[in-house]
């Protein structure tokens, strides 16, 4: 059972605008930031979405990053087909003292 | 660029400890504010938050793994270190280091090894 909440799953078609939520508490997302990260299948996590809404350099701005009290959100806007991918959120938890991951999601280019 | 690098046994015993090195390649260890962690990650399963060290050799732990885990750093060699001891088919994971920025508000992990595949078996 993970510390933040993300769906499972997520899928959209070539072009499609698709959002992937994170769920957490006062402890972590509501008192600290949120980052993502994407998995590509049998590679290691990259840093996608850093201090809530940041890019990386590198990154393209289809990606993009957004939180509200105990909640945030990536949002990956004229999917491609490369997108497809584990995404990962995470915070800083005050109450663990150390960084909490979301379970995953799936993101699946149909 | 930095480049983190894992090594260490694939294979462990039950009851052993665990031993994996990062080697930090493309700049020094010390240089600058960062922590370095290690994460872990069940076949077909989550990512998991291990500890962290700076290179001042401040660490914390995740209070799950807290009583098996110690994570050193030799800023000599541009290493850190993770041991983790008493060992269980639990363990078995694909562990992964990684540079970290910030401390607690502000908190990401910026970069991060290729990882390495740790079976925990007779």
């Known amino acids: 059972q993970s510390v933040l909440t993300q769906p499972p799953s997520a899928s959209g078609t070539p072009g499609q605008r698709v959002t992937i939520s994170c769920s957490g508490s006062t402890s972590n997302i509501g008192s600290n930031t949120v980052n993502w990260y994407q998995q590509l299948p049998g590679t290691a996590p990259k840093l996608l979405i850093y201090?809530?809404?940041q890019r990386p350099s590198g990154v393209p701005d289809r990606f993009s990053g957004s939180k509200s009290g105990t909640s945030a959100s990536l949002a990956i806007s004229g999917l491609q087909s490369e997108d497809e991918a584990d995404y990962y959120c995470a915070a800083w938890d005050d109450s663990l003292n150390g960084p909490v991951f979301g379970g995953g999601s799936k993101l699946t280019v149909l | 660029q930095v480049q983190l690098q894992e090594s260490g046994p694939g294979l462990v015993k039950p009851s052993q400890t665990l031993s994996l090195t990062c080697t930090v390649s493309g700049g020094s260890i010390s240089s600058g504010s960062y922590f370095w962690s290690w994460i872990r990650q069940p076949a077909g399963k989550g990512l998991e938050w291990i500890g962290r060290?700076?290179?001042?050799?401040?660490?914390n732990y995740n209070p799950s793994l807290k009583s098996r885990v110690t994570i050193s750093v030799d800023t000599s060699k541009n290493q850190f270190s993770l041991k983790l001891s008493s060992v269980t088919a639990a363990d078995t994971a694909v562990y992964y280091c990684a540079r970290n920025v910030g401390a607690t508000y502000i908190y990401y992990m910026d970069v991060w090894g290729k990882g390495t595949t740790v079976t925990v078996s007779s």
């Open positions: 201090s809530n809404n």
């Open positions: 060290i700076s290179t001042s050799g401040s660490t």
